[in-house]
């Protein structure tokens, strides 16, 4: 934390802004401009040729795949995508970059003017266009631009024999297929970033173009923060932090970087334009260079390669294959099977586990019923164990099964939960549990009717209140009677007796 906590006043003085740079290795086999793998953890230096190596009279040739993938990315985040943008070099100097200039897109990029929508702080509708087309309690975060480029080497400071007094480069990662995505500063707090990066991560993950692996450096944020007096038109400089690898260390990093720029603020200093570097362990960022204008890297029109022109076909034949998307899929499951937001956030984690998940409910005599025993009894005690939902014991056809028994009265739901406890207790699927444990079941009508007889014997204040017109205890009788069968009344036809019974021969005429 800094050295003078600042008062809340003080914090509230301030309004932060916030822009995020988003780098996202895309999934291609091949890297953007020649034919090595696209491939993380190789023996350092296999993937590499004359092309990626940048060796002198090598030409770049550029990637379907992975323009297929960048306009897939940019329709999913409601960008307008370019028929025709420009590559371009931007050029610096660094060892793990050989060719001294990155291939880029600069003034042309790919695609811009998209949007994400995250819940709005305190439900309010910041940004809400006029045209109605967003849901209340919702903000737009605008995003710029979506442009192509290349990722660079890495530099390796650690990890082998000699690394104090060495660094060693990994080319293998030069030229593999990155999209940028530059967020407009629409964002105001930590928290929204958070939320950002948690839709956009989401959204490019069903999308299927990115792994999105962070700690493998599949998708990296930087973060461009500044504040401004509240009702202050200008904004105020910037910082960029650089290299943080989770969402929630971004949210710290944040979180430390407010505080920072106010305080120099108020203690009367001015808040430099540069890149800062956030260290995990202390909490805190660091300076790490002044920042560099765009003019630094002397960007030209990468002469190597012709201008990107998509033709409208193209363009339809990728916006034919966007999925559906988390936000509408969830708001489609939400009403389908009766589900709470936070159960359909649950069940729509990733699209592969919505897709397994709706299948499964669509074999299911009731769906519904394959939602809840998901989200209570699997995901409960899932929960319980600390598993994740890849560990669960029961498959979805278990759970099919289990709903399906319950749902024809096979079952009683205190039998389905003792059989559950059986699955997770020995790790074994719910179909061979049930085949070998079958529970017994009393569908005797006349063993059943006795067991009703006796408990409506033992009952009798409370029969004449359902007689008097109470009738949600019925619910009562069928649970005391359910009791005295020890779970193995045919429920079913314990309901229908219990009913029976109750009306009573006094009431019939
Ligand atoms: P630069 O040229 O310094 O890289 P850009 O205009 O390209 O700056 O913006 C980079 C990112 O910083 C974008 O996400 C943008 O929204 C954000 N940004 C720009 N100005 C500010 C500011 N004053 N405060 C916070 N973020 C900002
Ligand atoms: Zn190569
Ligand atoms: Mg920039």
Redesign the pocket.
């Known amino acids: 934390m800094l050295a003078a906590a600042l008062s809340p006043e003080v914090l509230a003085k301030y309004e932060p802004?916030?822009?995020?740079?988003v780098h996202v290795q895309l999934l291609t086999a091949t890297k953007a401009f020649c034919g090595c793998a696209n491939k993380f953890g190789a023996e350092p230096n296999t993937n590499v040729c004359p092309v990626c190596l940048g060796l002198p009279g090598a030409l770049p040739v550029l990637n379907a795949k992975a323009v297929e993938f960048a306009t897939l990315a940019a329709l999913a985040l409601n960008c307008q995508v370019r028929e025709r943008s420009i590559f371009a070099r931007k050029n610096y100097f660094y060892p793990d970059l050989p060719k001294g200039y990155q291939i880029s897109q600069y003034d042309k990029p790919l695609a811009g003017h998209g949007w994400i929508e995250v819940p709005a702080a305190g439900g309010a509708t910041d940004g809400v266009p006029g045209d109605g087309s967003m849901s209340p309690g919702r903000k737009r975060i605008g995003i710029?631009r979506l442009h192509m480029e290349e990722d660079a080497g890495k530099s390796l400071h650690e990890g082998f024999a000699d690394s104090a007094t060495r660094t060693c480069l990994d080319l293998n990662r030069c030229g593999t297929p990155l999209i940028e995505i530059?967020?407009?500063?629409d964002i105001r707090t930590p928290a929204e970033a958070f939320e950002y990066l948690t839709r956009l991560k989401e959204i490019l993950l069903y999308t299927g173009v990115s792994d999105c692996n962070m700690e493998e450096g599949s998708l990296r944020c930087d973060a461009?923060?500044?504040v401004r007096l509240r009702g202050a038109e200008r904004?105020?400089?910037?910082a960029?932090v650089k290299n943080v690898n989770s969402f929630r260390f971004i949210r710290m990093a944040l979180e430390y970087e407010i505080e920072r720029q106010i305080e120099t603020i108020e203690s009367g200093g001015r808040v430099a334009q540069e890149t800062r570097l956030w260290n995990a362990d202390e909490g805190r960022t660091y300076s790490m260079r002044s920042?560099e204008?765009?003019h630094d890297y002397r960007y030209f029109p990468e002469p190597d390669l012709p201008p990107l022109i998509l033709s409208p076909a193209f363009l339809t034949t990728i916006r034919s294959r966007l999925p559906e998307l988390p936000e509408a899929r969830r708001a489609r499951m939400i009403a389908a099977y009766e589900l709470g937001a936070k159960d359909a956030h649950t069940l729509t984690v990733s699209r592969e586990f919505a897709d397994r998940f709706e299948a499964a409910a669509a074999r299911a005599r009731n769906p519904r019923r394959v939602a809840n025993l998901l989200l209570s009894e699997i995901g409960g005690r899932l929960k319980a164990l600390g598993l994740e939902q890849e560990q669960s014991p029961v498959s979805m056809d278990g759970i099919v099964l289990a709903a399906d028994l319950l749902d024809e009265g096979k079952i009683s739901s205190k039998q389905l939960k003792q059989l559950f406890d059986i699955c997770f207790g020995k790790g074994e699927d719910f179909p061979a549990v049930y085949e070998r444990e079958k529970p017994e079941q009393i569908t005797d009508a006349s063993a059943i009717e006795a067991i009703v007889d006796d408990v409506i014997a033992a009952n009798p204040r409370q029969v004449e209140q359902y007689r008097a017109g109470k009738k949600t205890l019925a619910g009562f009788f069928v649970g005391q009677a359910m009791k005295a069968s020890k779970g193995q009344a045919n429920p079913a036809l314990l309901n229908e007796l219990v009913a029976k019974k109750l009306e009573g021969p006094g009431n019939r005429d």
Do not use: Q, R, W, Y
Not at 17 to 21: K, P, T
Not at 182 to 185: G, I, L, T
């Open positions: 802004v916030i822009g995020l740079e710029t530059v967020s407009e500063p461009n923060v500044s904004f105020g400089t910037k960029e920042k204008h765009a």
